[in-house]
């Protein structure tokens, strides 16, 4: 019975305190009410915690946008990481595009110079696709982490402290217009002094006046306690900063190597496809005098295309004579060839290996004879020398 009173009283008290907040706060609107005022040094310290807020908010979204473009892979992520349970890996567009580009070309046929592009192409991208996860979870781990453990943890912690000065300040606020008012009614019941009831009600006066000032001190003191919690609280924002000017550098090396590496996969690449004759001579049934297709020309580049510039291009001419005859040559190794199956030979760029037709072998291919070892080769691959 006895605690039930007390939850009682309590309840009455907490519902006693939050009317009370809310006629103050609502006199405060109505301009009916003083407010008081924070200091300078605090109320600064509150805008910097509040915009130190709102931009790690959005910085942070927009990183997760750019280092992930995909709104549903976004809301996927988002989902398993508040069941606490570990994405599945999903492969990503880079991956995906060499993957496309492998099997075209390999359906195309490896010993082709299309064909063989793509697959040199796709391994490329597949190499790119790899270095973006590899930023993804770098950025993912020395940046965005901190930013969300920022906003879901420090700031909720100052949000939280600054909620309970602004009530603390309700209250100080509400007890001073308490004060105000019994003064305000002493001052007029003293001035009544003519009956024995007035006398009455200025003793009444003076001891209401007595307990608002008492409960005036109580709470500016309590306010002015989580004043000076909520300061230590927010003076930590200068640390957080520093804090986040480290992530952010760690931020930017993470992308300055995944684009080093872009870019060297690329210029490896660029040097692969600078290598191919700039005549194709299998692709299309297209002669020698057909130029290299423009398209090709923008993704080898200037650099590229003069590598290749002193070259002697075998005609078609000439390997039609060699098919005709019963002879062999000597042939130079454009660019290297991996063979695709024990009927073809691997090639190295720049050797040179003897070549000589067989009857009823495809027109795109001669039979290639390194030391003891023999197999089939791609004409596109070779530069027959005088």
Not at 51 to 59: A, Q, V
Not at 359 to 386: A, C, F, H
């Amino acid at each position: 019975m006895n605690i039930m009173d007390f939850n009682v009283k309590k309840l009455a008290a907490d519902a006693g305190t939050f009317l009370s907040r809310a006629v103050q706060f609502t006199e405060e609107k109505l301009g009916q009410a003083e407010k008081t005022e924070l200091d300078a040094h605090l109320e600064n310290l509150l805008s910097k915690a509040e915009c130190t807020k709102i931009w790690t908010e959005k910085i942070m979204k927009q990183t997760e946008v750019l280092l992930q473009p995909n709104p549903n892979a976004r809301i996927e992520e988002f989902v398993y990481e508040k069941l606490d349970r570990k994405a599945p890996s999903r492969v990503n567009n880079p991956e995906l595009l060499g993957q496309y580009m492998i099997d075209a070309g390999t359906e195309f046929g490896p010993g082709t110079a299309y064909g063989n592009a793509l697959i040199k192409c796709g391994e490329t991208q597949k190499r790119i696709g790899t270095a973006d996860r590899e930023l993804i979870q770098t950025s993912a781990l020395n940046f965005l982490t901190p930013l969300r453990n920022f906003i879901e943890g420090d700031y909720k912690t100052i949000a939280k402290e600054r909620k309970l000065l602004q009530n603390k300040r309700l209250d100080l606020d509400a007890a001073k217009t308490r004060l105000k008012k019994a003064k305000a009614a002493e001052t007029r019941s003293s001035q009544l002094n003519s009956a024995r009831l007035e006398g009455d009600n200025i003793m009444i006066w003076a001891e209401e006046v007595t307990k608002s000032e008492q409960e005036l001190r109580i709470t500016q003191s309590e306010f002015d306690r989580q004043a000076e919690i909520t300061r230590l609280l927010l003076e930590g924002i200068s640390s957080t900063h520093a804090h986040h000017l480290r992530c952010l550098n760690d931020f930017v090396e993470a992308q300055m190597t995944y684009y080093a590496q872009c870019y060297q996969y690329m210029l490896d690449l660029q040097k692969q496809l600078g290598s191919f004759p700039s005549n194709y001579l299998c692709n299309n049934n297209q002669t020698s005098g057909t130029p290299v297709p423009s398209a090709l020309s923008n993704v080898i580049g200037s650099s590229a295309v003069a590598s290749t510039s002193g070259l002697v291009i075998t005609s078609p001419s000439n390997f039609s004579d060699l098919k005709e005859s019963s002879g062999n040559r000597k042939a130079r190794v454009l660019y290297d060839y991996d063979a695709a199956n024990s009927t073809e030979l691997s090639l190295l760029a720049d050797e040179v290996i003897t070549v000589f037709s067989v009857v009823g072998m495809d027109s795109d291919w001669l039979m290639g004879e390194r030391g003891n070892q023999k197999g089939k080769v791609p004409i596109t691959y070779l530069e027959l020398l005088n």
